[in-house]
């Protein structure tokens, strides 16, 4: 009797031990099977859910409509991703936040990708105003890079290229899914290089005027010059002094459109544009989108196709 009681308590511990034994290995993705990616700004959180499609879980960390460069991540948003499978981050500089955040998750199966590891980046121009009038120095040092990448469409297809590759080796079962999601985001980004490629080929006035330093990728790429009244981060407000440069520098360029970040108010981009009497219009740098964008169904696309609208006249 006694014998048969201690073989039924070993059979069950032995199922007990295989239960909790098989457990972890299940749960590193949720639990229908899905992927869980978070990234960190909205066109990396556009491009992730374009590749991994119905089947993988994205999600935003910069909530839609703040302000990029001032985003910190909270406590709860450090707890989420240690049930993550992967972490997307535009690298370059863009968040700085991002080894101390790491340095917190304890996720050891959490793949990180660095969007822009691989890219040939710009190096960031110190201007003129960044010491000027024993200001206080600015958190960018010398070797500091330019993160705004996605603004260029070929180097978007590099980010898109880092995303698929990491999904691919995280859930190689849906490679095929990926791969073809990945085809049609890359055709879409060469053809928004075309588009762009072909209206800004002959400009009139190469030169524009924009509301911080966010478009460094996209005037190299299209010949174009850009001259940024705040600095690599739309904190970095000028001096008086170098908003009265730019006024100068309008005037003697016969410039005949001021940009201003469309999630802005826009308010130094006014004074130049009362200064001289030229069109003030907004230019989106997509570092983030608002919720009612959003919700009227724009995109990384639509926006980069309005803005392309409003460079082809500034630039006529
Ligand atoms: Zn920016």
């Known amino acids: 009797m006694m014998k048969k009681t201690y073989k039924i308590a070993s059979v069950l511990l032995v199922i007990a031990l295989v239960l909790v034994g098989c457990a972890p290995s299940q749960t590193s993705s949720d639990s229908e099977g899905k992927l869980l990616v978070y990234t960190t700004i909205y066109p990396l959180y556009e491009f992730a859910s374009q590749i991994g499609g119905s089947d993988t879980e994205v999600r935003l960390m910069v909530p839609a409509g703040s302000e ?16 993550a499978d992967i972490f997307i981050y535009n690298g370059s500089g863009m968040e700085p936040w991002v080894d101390s955040l790491l340095g917190s998750v304890s996720n050891d199966d959490l793949l990180i990708i660095n969007a822009t590891s691989t890219m040939d980046l710009l190096s960031i121009v110190e201007t003129e105003n960044d010491h000027e009038d024993g200001e206080e120095e600015s958190d960018h040092h010398e070797g500091d890079t330019d993160p705004h990448v996605w603004l260029d469409p070929l180097r978007a297809v590099q980010m898109a290229e880092a995303i698929y590759d990491g999904m691919a080796a995280m859930d190689p079962e849906r490679t095929q899914v990926f791969k073809k999601n990945y085809d049609e985001l890359v055709d879409a980004l060469k053809e928004l290089d075309a588009a762009y490629e072909k209206a800004l080929m002959n400009p009139s006035n190469a030169n524009i005027v924009v509301g911080h330093a966010a478009f460094g990728y996209l005037t190299q790429r299209y010949h174009l010059n850009q001259i940024a009244i705040a600095g690599i981060s739309p904190l970095e407000e000028p001096s008086a002094a170098q908003l009265g440069k730019i ?32 069109a ?22 639509t926006i980069m196709y309005d803005n392309l609208e409003a460079l082809k006249k500034a630039v006529q």
């Open 247 to 278: 006024v100068d520098v309008v005037n003697e360029l016969k410039i005949n459109t001021v940009f201003y970040d469309a999630l802005t108010s826009g308010k130094l981009s006014n004074v130049i544009a009362t200064e001289t009497g030229v």
């Open 68 to 83: 990029p460069h001032d985003y910190e991540p909270s406590a709860k948003a450090v707890g989420a991703i240690e049930n």
């Open 280 to 301: 003030m219009v907004p230019l989106h740098p997509l570092g983030s989108v608002t919720q009612q964008d959003l919700d009227a169904g724009k995109t990384y696309f």
